[in-house]
């Protein structure tokens, strides 16, 4: 997947409706977790990360494109 095409994926998996700007910026990121099996996450890129969190598709592909920063290390 390309930068474009992950951008464009993040944005319409966004259970919160975030312009896709703020997640092209790094400033929002997605994942999944076992707590919300199915869900779609949306965390600000401070916000801590459940332990078991990982990255959909789309964040993965924007993070391998060199475009945007790994997320932190899950918090709890």
Known sequence: M???????????ECPRKIM???????????????RFPGKVLCFHKDSPLPDDWVPTPAQAALVETGQQQRPPAAHG
Not at 2 to 12: F, M, P, R, V
Not at 20 to 31: D, T
């Open 2 to 12: 390309n930068h474009e095409e992950a951008l464009k994926q993040l944005a319409c």
């Open 20 to 34: 896709g700007l703020l997640h092209a910026k790094g400033l929002y990121v997605h994942g999944n977790s076992a």
